[in-house]
C-alpha cells in the first residue's frame, strides 16, 4: 500500500472516529435530556402533589375556621339568651314570698300582716339585685349629680344648702358602675329669698 493511501485510510478512521464520537455525543446528550426532561417532568409532579396538598391543608383549616366561628356565634346566641337565668332563679322566691303575704293578708284581713309581708319581699328583691351587682343609688343627704339622678322639681329650702337632694321620689339603681335607673328626686335650691 502507498502511503498516500495509507494516509487516506488514516484520515478515513479519524473520520470514522469522529463521527462514532459525535454519535456517542449525541446519543450521550439525548440521553442527558431524556434524563433532564424525566428529572424536569419528575419536579412538575411533585410540585403538582405539594400543590394539591397545600390547598387541601389550606381549605380544611378554612372549614375547620369557619366550624369555629359558628360554634362560638351559637354559644354566644345561647349566652345571651339565658343570661338572666340566674336573676330570674333568685327571684321566683321573692314572687312566691309576695303571693304568700297576698294570701296571708287575705285570710287574716289584717292590713299589718300585709304591710308586714310587703317588706320582707322588697327586702327579698333588694337582696337578690345586690347579688347581681345591682345597688341602689344613695339619696339621702346627697348632692344632686346629673349622672345619678334626675331632678323633678327644685325648691327652696331653709334646712337644705342648694343642689341637696331633699327627697327621693323614685328610686335610682346602677349595674356595677353603669346606671340602669337615675334616681328620681326633688332638689333644694337653697334657703329661700326674702323679696322686699
Do not use: C, Y
Request: aromatic residues 2%; proline residues 5%.
Amino acid at each position: 500500500m502507498t502511503n498516500t493511501n495509507m494516509n487516506d485510510t488514516n484520515d478515513q478512521n479519524q473520520a470514522a472516529e469522529e463521527i462514532l464520537s459525535d454519535d456517542s455525543k449525541i446519543s450521550s446528550a439525548s440521553d442527558d435530556s431524556t434524563s433532564a426532561e424525566l428529572s424536569l417532568e419528575v419536579q412538575l409532579q411533585q410540585a403538582l402533589r405539594e400543590r394539591d396538598d397545600q390547598t387541601d391543608r389550606a381549605l380544611r383549616a378554612q372549614a375547620e375556621l369557619e366550624n369555629v366561628r359558628k360554634r362560638l356565634q351559637r354559644e354566644t346566641q345561647q349566652l345571651l339568651q339565658f343570661a338572666l337565668m340566674p336573676l330570674i332563679s333568685d327571684l321566683l322566691p321573692s314572687l312566691d314570698n309576695l303571693n304568700r303575704a297576698i294570701e296571708a293578708a287575705e285570710q287574716s284581713g289584717s292590713v299589718e300582716e300585709l304591710l308586714k309581708g310587703i317588706r320582707m319581699v322588697s327586702s327579698s328583691f333588694a337582696e337578690v339585685l345586690d347579688r347581681h351587682g345591682a345597688k341602689r343609688i344613695p339619696t339621702s343627704g346627697e348632692t344632686f349629680d346629673p349622672n345619678l339622678h334626675e331632678a323633678l322639681q327644685q325648691i327652696p329650702s331653709p334646712d337644705h344648702d342648694a343642689m341637696q337632694i331633699i327627697q327621693e321620689v323614685e328610686s335610682g339603681w346602677q349595674l356595677h358602675d353603669r346606671v340602669v335607673r337615675p334616681s328620681k328626686v326633688i332638689v333644694s335650691s337653697g334657703p329661700p329669698t326674702s323679696e322686699n
